[in-house]
């Protein structure tokens, strides 16, 4: 069974509306020194959590940026709340 990813960063706010806006930034897969910076609004929905809109964005490891394709919703929702439940958070690895 593959060991899953761990973010180096995530920050999340909470928006007037009561929707979460969430940046997380995961080490690249083939390149540990490039990053995949993942932007998301989540809110509660009736079924759980559920991302509203999502953007990912690709860095190599010299700084380029590329916008990443749009990923398949996925049917299921989160199992987590966004971190803490007061107005800001982050937290760093």
């Given at each position: 069974m593959a060991e899953r990813q761990k973010y180096k960063a995530r920050f999340t706010s909470k928006l007037p509306n009561g929707d979460f806006?969430?940046?997380?930034v995961w080490p690249g897969k083939s390149d540990p020194n490039a990053e995949v910076l993942t932007i998301q609004i989540r809110r509660q929905g009736s079924a759980g959590w559920e991302t509203v809109h999502r953007v990912a964005i690709y860095?190599?490891?010299d700084g380029r940026y590329s916008l990443l394709p749009e990923r398949?919703?996925?049917s299921q929702p989160a199992k987590n709340e966004p971190a803490?439940?007061?107005e800001a958070s982050?937290?760093?690895?």
């Open positions: 806006l969430g940046l997380t860095r190599t490891s398949t919703p996925v803490g439940s007061d982050e937290s760093f690895e």
